[in-house]
């Protein structure tokens, strides 16, 4: 009987040096909290404002911020994160907002220069595609020496269901994003642009539309 009235106790014993390390991870300020790129991606969809989030990095994980920015506008909380993480910038391209994190010293694929653009498309995808198709954009890829890595393209939006003509003005690759996000509504691009030993990668994604 003794031992069988032992066995419930063993049993909490044992669930909790299970739980105990799982609670530990989950800490304020932990591994869990969200990056330097989510949280400024969270921002702008707060906001339901157009733009973009540019990202140059290396091998390491982006920085976790410190700060809370929460209950600001966007301009208020770019302007805090700017101040206190080494790295991000950001400017205001008509409606649309573009964040620029850069870990690493080497040159954008997103600052090439492109020509002027009549484009006629259905998605951001479509879009997307010709802008990176175009002969500056190729060059400036054989460069950087960069491939591309592979992404998932998710769904449609409400506002890609019909065809568009669309004319970019002359401007670099961030420029005509920053454009594109604007004429679909309140787009949102997300360019991971990374350097680690030998491998060269970019994926260009849209994570909101």
């Known amino acids: 009987m003794l031992g069988t009235a032992k066995l419930p106790i063993l049993l909490c014993t044992v669930l909790l040096s299970v739980l105990c390390p799982v609670f530990a991870q989950t800490v304020p300020g932990g591994p869990d909290r969200p990056t330097l790129d989510v949280v400024t991606a969270d921002i702008l969809r ?53 964040v620029t994190i850069r870990a690493i010293s080497s040159p954008s694929l997103a600052s090439v220069n492109l020509p002027e653009a009549h484009l006629t498309v259905r998605t951001l995808w479509e879009a997307t595609n010709v802008l990176l198709q175009q002969q500056a954009a190729q060059q400036r890829l054989a460069e950087l020496k960069l491939s591309e890595a592979p992404y998932t393209l998710g769904f449609a939006s409400i506002n890609e269901r019909e065809t568009r003509t669309i004319f970019l003005p002359s401007g670099t690759l961030r420029d005509q994003l920053a454009a594109l ?13 990374r350097e680690c030993g030998s491998e060269r990668t970019f994926r260009l994604s849209w994570i909101a539309k």
């Open 46 to 98: 707060a906001d339901s404002v157009p733009g973009g989030v540019e990202i140059i990095a290396g091998c390491s994980i982006l920085a976790t911020p410190t700060i809370d920015v929460s209950g600001k506008s966007t301009d208020q909380a770019l302007n805090t994160l700017k101040l206190a993480e080494h790295g991000l910038t950001w400017e205001k391209k008509g409606n649309a907002y573009i």
């Open 181 to 193: 996000a604007t004429t679909f509504g309140k787009g949102i691009w997300r360019l991971d642009q």
